[in-house]
């Protein structure tokens, strides 16, 4: 009979440990996922499970037989191990996804200025210059300005 994942979860006080803290501020993702099975015990299934790798790539990673250096995989493990903002800064990460959002001036019912595409009726003759000075002629888009 199997059993679902549980989500793999450090303690809070753990995060603040200084030899994690090293770990993280050298990027030395072995040592993190030791101190992961160590603190919260967590299998290498059930870590590679969380970061989105196999069981054997996580071995390897613990084992000191390979490197972890993309940042998207470093993204990958602080959004998998659920790292708190503090620890994602010494792992040299921006701030968690979901935390980062845009505010009203994203908002594009603020902007009249805005093309909207609305299916069936072209804009015809009309020419839009980008920011980079080229031109472009948007008589075949079927958008239409608005306001």
Do not use: K
């Not at 993280?24 to 059930?46: E, I, K, N, P, W």
């Not at 969380?50 to 071995?59: I, L, S």
Request: aromatic share 6%.
């Amino acid at each position: 009979m199997s059993t679902p994942l549980v989500p793999t979860c450090l303690p809070d006080w753990a995060w603040e440990r200084a030899d994690v803290r090293q770990a993280l501020r050298t990027r030395d993702v072995g040592a993190v996922f030791r101190y992961v099975q160590q603190y919260s015990g967590a299998s290498q299934a059930r870590i590679a499970a969380a970061v989105g790798m196999t069981q054997a790539r996580v071995n390897e990673i613990i084992n000191r037989r390979r490197e972890v250096s993309r940042l998207d995989v470093y993204e990958r493990i602080a959004d998998g191990l659920n790292m708190p903002d503090d620890a994602r800064h010494l792992l040299g990460l921006a701030a968690g996804r979901e935390r980062r959002s845009g505010g009203a001036a994203f908002d594009l019912a603020a902007f009249p200025e805005v093309v909207r595409c609305t299916p069936g009726r072209p804009l015809r003759g009309r020419r839009f210059s980008s920011r980079c000075g080229a031109r472009r002629n948007w008589t075949s888009s079927p958008c239409v300005a608005s306001g």
